[in-house]
């Protein structure tokens, strides 16, 4: 407030100097006074009004920058969110593209679906998929990657279906180590492995053996790839070998998948 009212003043002496040094007087010293008293003001208004126009323009310009920022800031926040699409589509695209190289290794009549949805639950490994009766799904299908099993189909609605993984605790599949033929039944140990259970000590299981489906269970075609023996543990008191098997399903990066409409009774190994 006190600068308005010291800038109005000025002003004010400003003009009245003005009117001061326009008369004509006859007393040269009293003009060469009044000018030395009025210049000063004159300077000062002056350079304050230039001051105030450098800052406004200074501002305006600014105020233009920012806008023109905010401008260029979303179109590259936009371009960045469409090369992430794009991105996204290409990996889908190879992911599909894989799914039907598989496909056309398969006589059975198969549906695609995406997996929609996870279980939170520690406890139960379950998925859920955009496919149900009216794409021909009925509960106890196998549902396959071209890794390997995923699971099969334990609930179905019209347009949605439940898959339990073989992670799951309640999971069981009938297997074959493929080197020895050695039988046991794949168990869901609801982590990111499973157990091979019910494998004599007779028989030879080795570090890195591949375990496919025996197709015995009624569930899943035979020679489907499972996993591989990751563990083997003996006890001297058991019959039975202990066998951890690591799935060659990524679970953690399930997002397409097989679901097979007809099992038919041959041995899938012999056409990988």
Not at 23 to 44: D, K, M, Y
Not at 100 to 106: C, M, S, T
Not at 234 to 245: C, L, P, Q, R
């Amino acid at each position: 407030m006190v600068l308005i009212v010291g800038f109005i003043v000025l002003i004010a002496v400003n003009i009245i100097g003005l009117s001061v040094t326009s008369r004509r007087s006859t007393a040269f010293g009293i003009e060469r006074i009044a000018i030395s008293a009025v210049a000063p003001f004159q300077e000062l208004v002056t350079r304050s009004l230039r001051f105030t126009r450098d800052i406004w323009r200074h501002y305006f310009y600014l105020v233009t920058v920012a806008r023109e920022n905010h401008v260029l800031m979303h179109e590259l926040s936009q371009a960045v969110q469409n090369k992430n699409q794009w991105h996204e589509t290409e990996l889908a695209n190879d992911r599909l593209r894989d799914l039907i190289d598989f496909q056309r290794n398969i006589s059975e009549r198969v549906v695609a679906a995406e997996v929609i949805g996870k279980d939170p639950s520690a406890w139960f490994k379950t998925v859920i998929i955009d496919k149900g009766k009216a794409d021909g799904l009925t509960r106890g299908l196998p549902v396959v990657i071209l890794q390997g099993i995923a699971g099969q189909v334990i609930d179905v609605s019209n347009h949605y279906s439940k898959v339990m993984l073989i992670l799951d605790s309640n999971s069981a599949v009938d297997a074959l180590v493929q080197r020895t033929r050695a039988r046991g039944v794949i168990k869901g140990e609801s982590t990111d492995q499973c157990r091979l259970d019910y494998v004599l000590r007779k028989n030879d299981v080795r570090l890195g053996d591949t375990i496919v489906s025996s197709g015995l269970d009624g569930v899943y075609p035979k020679g489907l790839r499972i996993g591989y023996v990751s563990q083997v543990i003996g006890h001297d008191a058991d019959i039975f070998h202990e066998v951890i098997i690591s799935p060659f399903v990524d679970f953690e990066k399930l997002e397409e998948v097989l679901v097979i409409l007809e099992v038919q009774k041959h041995d899938w190994a012999s056409r990988q």
